[in-house]
């Protein structure tokens, strides 16, 4: 007879899978025979543990959890379930709790459909059940797998769920809209983005403006059934960060972004973009192609948090000429700016002590934007000849020197794959020793991986460099929209310039000269400047 004061634990679990298979393995009908079956074999003091949703390849289920703690704690003496499946589908770790966890802690299992009784000794074939339970759940990954890749291979959206911004056809639900309330907020974060604002800064605007979060949002609409968030207007840097680099809004289906491991192991691994598959143009865009690129571009230069309110443009863009780190922001109590050597900073050994003003920078900067753009509006053509031939020069000279170095590495591999196959016959033949063998091979081996991974970045630069040479013409519509420039914006900080480059200041003259390099996108030009005056152009 059990004891009054011990439980015992009916477990119910139905995955998505079952759901298929119909009302068989619903949750109220695993009840229903749990319960009639305690109460025609004597079993009292019964509590349900439920989980609803839950895969049986994957043992960290609620239900299953709180079950474990109150096992543990000495307040379960049997354990009951429908069938093996319900208690899990991962025939190693369901055969380690029935034959190892369970009688640890002196409880009985029983599961009906199976005729299995921890109790009796007739429980032969039960890890055979469990096994071919196994079977199934993988047997089924791979249909659902299978549908998956058929359906994201057509150009349907994989997710469930929209990105916020939009929502699905009622007619088709594959056809997504515009959710125009919320497509205003994304519209919002990118424009803030581009004037320099970053996701926690953002993060921080839409909070204090009391927007709701797009999980609150789509349940307001009814779009899903979400768990009640409990801010639904407290905004984070991680949502912020993955809505400035959705795809999506520009009109794109993005499938294949992630993957799981196995069909055990549920956590999800974000696959490199080379392997995403997109289909363009098959929603309307909320964000232009133009703001999409330049937030990309602002995003590579991670900003951090300012005490002021002023925006500063220069964030990731100013280097230090000496050791090629970037310089970052250095503000005193009221708000005076320098840039300053981040590697001084930390070590005073591996570099100079030296800084530029922001306002003097801002100055000089402006100055040669505003010449640059006044060049391209008096005489466009004389403009892109000149840049075009300067940039030519610069990225030819560039790529020689780069596939000079790939036509070594590339000839330096093949020849290690010709001492691979020397050292392999001389193994066999007896002229080397295993251990001897065994070395060599690791060393080439090592020299092998880090000239493929050199070349690949060859590959990288050398393609990008003969992109840049057909850019000229894009840079001079970019000149061409701003005929009164005023201030500098990071927008326009970052349409115009790839980077800075500033020097140690020159005191041999008896006072401080300073030398910057401005370095405009694409190659196009590069400005010399020493205390604001234009020395030469290249």
Known sequence: MLQDNTITALY??????????????????????????????????????????????????????SMLDDIKSGKVSTVITKDLSRLGRNHIRTGEYIEIIFPDYNVRYIAINDNVDTNKEDNEI????????????????KKVIAVFKAKGKSGKPLTTNPPYGYKKSESN??????????????????????????????????TKDKILIPSAHAISKGYANFRNPDNPTKWCEKTIAAILERKEYLGHTVNFRTKRKSYKEKKTILLPESEWMIFENTHPAIISQKDFDLVQELRKNKRRPQRCKEVNPFSGMVYCSDCGSKMYLCRSRNCHENMKCAVYSKNTDKCSSHYIRTDVLNEIVLSEIRKVASFVAEDEEK???????????????????????????TYRVSEIEKIFKRLYEDNVLGKISDEMFSNMIKSYEVE???????????????????????????????????TDIQELTPEIMHEFIEKIIVYAPDKSSGHRTQKIEIIFRFGILISTVTNGKKEKVA
Request: charged share 35%; hydrophobic share 30%.
């Open 126 to 141: 039960m890890p055979f059940k469990n096994l071919f339970n196994e079977y199934h759940s993988r047997d089924c990954s």
């Open 12 to 65: 119910c679990r139905l995955s998505r899978d079952d759901e298929l298979v119909g009302d068989s393995n619903s949750i109220k009908n695993q009840k229903d025979i749990l319960k009639r079956y305690a109460n025609d074999n004597g079993f009292k003091n019964t509590v349900f543990y439920i989980d609803d949703g839950y895969s049986g390849t994957n043992f960290n289920r609620p239900g299953f959890i």
């Open 173 to 206: 639900k594959y056809v997504w809209e515009v959710d125009e309330e919320a497509a205003e907020v994304v519209k919002r974060i990118f424009r803030l983005c581009i004037e320099g604002y970053g996701p926690s800064q953002i993060a921080g605007i839409l």
């Open 383 to 409: 403009f892109i000849k000149l840049a075009t031939e300067s940039s030519e020069k610069k990225i030819s000279s560039e790529l020689r020197a780069a596939k000079s170095k790939l036509d070594k590495k």
């Open 448 to 482: 092998q991986k880090e000239l493929k991974e050199e070349i690949a970045l060859l590959e990288s630069f050398i393609s990008e460099r003969e992109k840049q040479s057909s850019d000229t013409r894009k840079f001079v519509g970019i000149a061409k929209k701003y």
